[in-house]
């Protein structure tokens, strides 16, 4: 059997690489970046999965190791990179309400705020380990930042990232402190594929009408084989 | 004060000395290669400091005694600083050498005679270039206060000597937090020595130089003193990094042999994180100097969670 402590030493690693990427993805303007650093991310979490199944041995944890992999870490990067490369928009600069540097210090303070919350918590409900509290903090902290990236991005592209990363930080709360039924994740990810496919509309636009939609899409060359040119 | 500590007094400030110019030649190699130039040799720097050495010094006109001492008080400040971050053989700390806020001060007063001289000298670009280092210290300031204070909560000590013992003994990576202190103290040493994207160290444009402005009116031997004092910044703060993130090679107990290893186990990880710096040199452009605080925003934010995540676990 693998050591305890050895498997608290690597998670941990796993859950700063998780704040790591939750940092640039906050505050990068590059857009090409921000969706391998999202593929990065959930594949951490992948590991976080495979880890607690060695140690637990609960087939649904390997499950939800795969289908993560499956979708997160392949289907929905793979898909956002291509729309990325026809609508060639490669930067986003703009923001609402708060820069970058302000999202990050705020994430600061959000992350005090729950861990001052969550140990309240903790403290009433006795025999949690300090390994799963840390995971359910970050987990939280992890679906904030997402969201301060929902609500300060105006690029819809980001936006949707944003959104993927807020259920990140749900994946890893449920990995770490409630086991949710396998059922509802297999839904959440269809969702989220369908989200993706949603962000090809927002991305284009939504103000248009459906004739003049059409037409920006075959502007932007998108669901059709031939090239830009 | 034992032989074994005034060993490692003599045998510190020698490697320090004798290694920086190397460093400093390797950063400027990588960027040659990935610019696909050949680059100058890596004993360039070598050259010119002797070159410079045998050079007579003018001075201009209406510069005061703050210009004459400068160069004077940046060696010296950065020599003492270099006794308190071991780079091969951590002897036992005598007479607080090793306190990391001391060294902090010491960097601080080099840099604080820096910016009078480039002041002294009553040029324009000097002016400049002083105002740009005061300013962006004034942001930076916190965050490596912040830094700091993280390292010392880490390892529960404020010297630099028990520090390296601790990650010696310990081992690689013996706390996750070590990463985001990596992170934030790569950003530092960027940001310390006038790297890109906060300077660039080869420009003597007048619109963005910072560390070259103030150096500017210097000449002959006392140019060299403060290339030499900016040289050893930069292996001192690369020693703190390395020291502290991949210990192996640190020797604790003073022997030829181990000596020898650990000075070559330095040199070649110094080699390594010097390419390091000149690749992540080469692959960004000068930021926006207004833009610069989303870069300290960084490693303020990494060293305030490493801070919060000792407490949490």
Same mark, same amino acid.
């Given at each position: 059997?693998? !050591?305890?402590?050895?498997?608290?030493?690597?998670?941990?690693?796993?859950?700063?690489?998780?704040?790591?990427? &939750?940092?640039?993805?906050?505050?990068?303007?590059?857009?090409?970046?921000?969706?391998?650093?999202?593929?990065?991310?959930?594949?951490?979490?992948?590991?976080?999965?495979?880890? *607690? #199944?060695?140690? =637990?041995?609960?087939? %649904?944890?390997?499950?939800?190791?795969?289908?993560?992999? *499956?979708?997160?870490?392949?289907?929905?990067?793979?898909?956002?990179?291509?729309?990325?490369?026809?609508?060639?928009?490669?930067? $986003?600069?703009?923001?609402?309400?708060?820069?970058?540097?302000?999202?990050?210090?705020?994430?600061?303070?959000?992350?005090?705020?729950?861990?001052? &919350?969550?140990?309240?918590?903790?403290?009433?409900?006795?025999?949690?380990?300090? *390994?799963?509290?840390?995971?359910?903090?970050?987990?939280?902290?992890?679906?904030?930042?997402?969201?301060?990236?929902?609500?300060?991005?105006?690029?819809?592209?980001?936006?949707?990232?944003?959104?993927?990363?807020?259920?990140?930080? %749900?994946?890893?709360?449920?990995?770490?402190?409630?086991?949710?039924?396998?059922?509802?994740?297999?839904?959440?990810?269809? !969702?989220?594929?369908?989200?993706?496919?949603?962000?090809?509309?927002?991305?284009?636009?939504?103000?248009?009408?459906?004739?003049?939609?059409?037409?920006?899409?075959?502007?932007?060359?998108? #669901? =059709? !084989?031939?090239?830009?040119? | 004060?034992?032989? $074994?500590?005034?060993?490692?007094?003599?045998?510190?400030?020698?490697?320090?000395?004798?290694?920086?110019?190397? /460093?400093? @030649?390797?950063?400027?190699?990588?960027?040659? #290669?990935?610019?696909?130039?050949?680059?100058?040799?890596?004993?360039?720097?070598?050259?010119?400091?002797?070159?410079?050495?045998?050079?007579?010094?003018?001075? +201009?006109?209406?510069?005061? #005694?703050?210009?004459?001492?400068?160069?004077?008080?940046?060696?010296?400040?950065?020599?003492?600083?270099?006794?308190?971050?071991?780079?091969?053989?951590?002897?036992?700390?005598?007479?607080?050498?090793?306190?990391?806020?001391?060294?902090?001060?010491?960097? +601080?007063?080099?840099?604080?005679?820096?910016?009078?001289?480039?002041? !002294?000298?009553?040029?324009?670009?000097?002016?400049?270039?002083?105002?740009?280092?005061?300013?962006?210290?004034?942001?930076?300031?916190?965050?490596?206060?912040?830094?700091?204070?993280?390292?010392?909560?880490?390892?529960?000590?404020?010297?630099?000597? $028990?520090?390296?013992?601790?990650?010696?003994?310990?081992?690689?990576?013996?706390?996750?937090?070590?990463?985001?202190?990596?992170?934030?103290?790569?950003?530092?040493?960027?940001?310390?020595?006038?790297?890109?994207?906060?300077?660039?160290?080869?420009?003597?444009?007048?619109?963005?130089?910072?560390? =070259?402005?103030?150096?500017?009116?210097?000449?002959?031997?006392?140019?060299?003193?403060?290339?030499? @004092?900016?040289?050893?910044?930069?292996?001192?703060?690369?020693?703190?990094?390395?020291?502290?993130?991949?210990?192996?090679?640190?020797?604790?107990?003073?022997?030829?042999?181990?000596?020898?290893?650990?000075?070559?186990?330095?040199?070649?990880?110094?080699?390594?994180?010097?390419?390091?710096?000149?690749? /992540?040199?080469?692959?960004?452009?000068?930021?926006?100097?207004?833009?610069?605080?989303?870069?300290?925003?960084?490693? /303020?934010?990494?060293?305030?969670?490493?801070?919060?995540? =000792?407490?949490?676990?």
């Amino acid at each position: 059997m693998i !050591d305890p402590a050895y498997v608290e030493g690597f998670v941990k690693i796993l859950f700063v690489c998780v704040i790591v990427t &939750a940092a640039y993805i906050i505050s990068t303007r590059n857009l090409l970046t921000l969706v391998s650093v999202y593929a990065a991310q959930s594949f951490i979490l992948v590991l976080m999965a495979l880890t *607690l #199944w060695a140690v =637990e041995g609960s087939p %649904v944890l390997l499950a939800i190791a795969g289908i993560t992999f *499956l979708s997160k870490v392949l289907i929905i990067p793979y898909f956002i990179t291509s729309i990325q490369e026809k609508i060639r928009i490669k930067r $986003d600069l703009r923001f609402h309400f708060l820069s970058p540097t302000t999202s990050l210090i705020i994430s600061i303070g959000l992350m005090l705020v729950i861990y001052i &919350a969550l140990s309240r918590i903790a403290q009433e409900t006795t025999g949690t380990s300090s *390994l799963f509290f840390f995971g359910a903090v970050i987990g939280i902290s992890l679906m904030m930042m997402g969201m301060m990236v929902t609500f300060s991005r105006k690029r819809a592209i980001t936006k949707v990232l944003g959104y993927l990363t807020m259920e990140n930080g %749900v994946l890893l709360f449920g990995l770490f402190v409630t086991e949710l039924p396998f059922i509802i994740e297999f839904l959440i990810i269809i !969702d989220l594929i369908i989200l993706v496919l949603l962000t090809t509309i927002l991305t284009v636009g939504l103000d248009s009408t459906l004739e003049e939609y059409h037409q920006r899409i075959h502007r932007f060359y998108l #669901w =059709e !084989d031939e090239e830009a040119p | 004060m034992s032989a $074994d500590f005034i060993l490692y007094l003599i045998i510190n400030t020698l490697i320090v000395v004798l290694v920086s110019p190397l /460093f400093v @030649s390797l950063v400027k190699k990588v960027k040659a #290669w990935t610019q696909g130039r050949r680059g100058p040799s890596v004993f360039q720097t070598y050259f010119t400091l002797i070159k410079l050495l045998k050079k007579e010094v003018i001075y +201009a006109t209406g510069s005061s #005694w703050v210009m004459r001492i400068t160069p004077l008080v940046n060696i010296g400040a950065l020599l003492v600083a270099a006794l308190f971050v071991p780079l091969a053989f951590v002897p036992e700390p005598v007479a607080g050498i090793g306190n990391i806020i001391l060294f902090l001060y010491l960097l +601080a007063l080099a840099k604080f005679f820096m910016a009078l001289a480039g002041l !002294d000298a009553g040029s324009s670009f000097g002016g400049m270039g002083s105002s740009r280092e005061m300013s962006i210290s004034a942001i930076i300031e916190p965050t490596t206060v912040i830094v700091f204070a993280a390292l010392a909560f880490v390892f529960k000590s404020l010297n630099i000597f $028990d520090m390296f013992a601790t990650s010696a003994t310990s081992g690689f990576l013996s706390t996750p937090t070590l990463i985001l202190i990596g992170i934030s103290l790569f950003i530092i040493l960027i940001v310390e020595t006038s790297r890109i994207p906060v300077d660039n160290p080869e420009t003597h444009l007048e619109l963005t130089m910072i560390h =070259e402005g103030m150096i500017l009116e210097q000449s002959g031997r006392n140019l060299a003193l403060m290339e030499l @004092s900016a040289a050893i910044k930069l292996t001192l703060l690369m020693a703190l990094l390395i020291n502290l993130i991949v210990p192996f090679g640190l020797i604790t107990v003073l022997s030829a042999a181990g000596l020898v290893a650990a000075i070559i186990l330095f040199l070649i990880k110094g080699s390594i994180l010097s390419v390091i710096i000149g690749l /992540f040199e080469s692959s960004m452009a000068k930021m926006r100097f207004f833009r610069l605080p989303s870069l300290f925003a960084m490693a /303020f934010f990494f060293s305030t969670l490493i801070i919060i995540i =000792e407490v949490f676990a």
